[in-house]
């Protein structure tokens, strides 16, 4: 019994890891809701509220764990109170559109100070970074120290933010 257990976890895996939105049914679309909104919440409070029993709901939550729908569990941080209130959009156009300079310019992004997001985009740029610093004072600088060193960019374009309509976390399901 046991046996069959496993082998049916492993194919409903590797199902859901080739098409995870096919995968999910009504009550795993109700827990991944709730958690988005407060991951901090019990197991007996998510049971509850997805009208499941407590080991059922764990079982559900630790298999969206093992098939990457859940990635993580994190704290979201009040960038004011952090002392990042300051919200930048960069674009940046590289030189060549090489492989080896988008993988240099890759590994270079990942290091800069305050960058919270780098997207490799269509069109008139290559790259969109989002970063947050305190003001623009500690934006100046960190452009002056470390943007325009970073390799193979040709320009670059700072669009600071001057108010957040929209910034969620939460995935449509």
Do not use: W
């Not at 997805?50 to 969206?64: D, G, I």
């Not at 969109?128 to 943007?147: G, I, K, P, W, Y």
Request: aromatic residues 6%.
């Amino acid at each position: 019994m046991n046996t069959t257990k496993v082998r049916t976890r492993r194919a409903t895996s590797a199902a859901s890891k080739a098409e995870p939105s096919q995968s999910l049914d009504r009550i795993d679309r109700a827990i991944l809701r709730q958690l988005q909104t407060d991951a901090s919440i019990s197991n007996v409070a998510l049971a509850a509220r997805v009208k499941l029993s407590a080991p059922a709901c764990l079982r559900r939550v630790e298999r969206l764990k093992e098939t990457g729908l859940i990635r993580g569990v994190v704290a979201l941080i009040e960038p004011k109170a952090a002392g990042a209130g300051m919200l930048v959009i960069i674009g940046v156009v590289l030189d060549r559109s090489t492989p080896e300079s988008f993988a240099e310019f890759e590994k270079a992004a990942q290091n800069v100070a305050g960058c919270m997001e780098c997207h490799v985009v269509t069109g008139e740029f290559d790259y969109f970074m989002t970063v947050r610093t305190r003001d623009s004072e500690s934006f100046n600088r960190l452009h002056a120290e470390q943007l325009l060193y970073l390799p193979g960019v040709r320009q670059i374009r700072s669009f600071m933010v001057l108010k957040e309509i929209l910034s969620t976390t939460k995935f449509p399901l």
